[in-house]
């Protein structure tokens, strides 16, 4: 299933191939078939940017009636990547934000006033999260990675990396989630220590059980 996309942006200025897609499966379980789709959302973008990638998606889902298992990276990091101000605005916000409210951000994405509105679009599509996710970070954010800040420091970038370094520890994200239709609860929890250079991904892995 192809999620919108900014092309222009992706293949003429970040040169990557492909496009924003979920795959949907059939699990023909006995007795009790349901359906698989895994994601990756926008991470370059604005927050209204994945949530409209999320509305197509659930959009495509509305006529299922057999139980639905979402899954996938919905970058959801709450900040809107893209604008001219945003590689500032989200490092003052890494640095200056008092620890506590900073951790509610960046692992509970779902609430408060910086929340995700891709949330809101899983939410009033009869999708539930909370039973199956734990909230604990699923990625620590490497400024390295960052093409805004190379591009914005330019000459001095080492000393911006070096400044940045207090605020690259603090931002812990929860990234990477279950999310649910049709079943009658469950759990789930992160995997700790698989995650970061020289292992197996950067992302933790997830493990979910949804109950019938």
């Known amino acids: 299933m192809d999620l919108p996309s900014p092309e222009h942006i992706q293949f003429d200025a970040e040169r990557m191939i492909g496009r924003h897609i979920a795959l949907v499966a059939e699990i023909e379980r006995p007795g009790a078939p349901f359906v698989a789709v895994s994601t990756h959302l926008e991470v370059h973008r604005t927050r209204a940017h994945r949530a409209a990638q ?12 057999r139980p639905v298992i979402l899954a996938g990276d919905f970058n959801s990091h709450t900040f809107d990547r893209g604008l001219w101000h945003a590689p500032v605005a989200g490092a003052l916000t890494l640095l200056l934000t008092p620890g ?39 990625l620590r954010l490497r400024f390295d990675r960052l093409d805004e800040l190379h591009a914005l420091f330019g000459p001095a970038h080492g000393l911006a990396r070096r400044l940045f370094a207090r605020a690259e520890q603090r931002a812990r994200l929860r990234l990477d989630w279950f999310a649910g239709r049709g079943w009658q609860g469950g759990r789930g929890f992160t995997v700790p220590d698989l995650d970061g250079p020289g292992r197996a991904s950067d992302h933790a892995p997830l493990v979910a059980e949804f109950r019938l």
């Open 100 to 138: 506590g409210t900073l951790r509610r951000r960046l692992l509970r994405p779902d609430e408060g006033p910086t929340r995700e509105p891709l949330f809101d679009e899983l939410r009033d599509a009869g999708f539930e999260w909370a039973p199956f996710v734990d909230h604990e970070p699923t």
């Open 54 to 65: 999320v509305r197509v998606l659930v959009d495509a889902l509305r006529d299922e009636t």
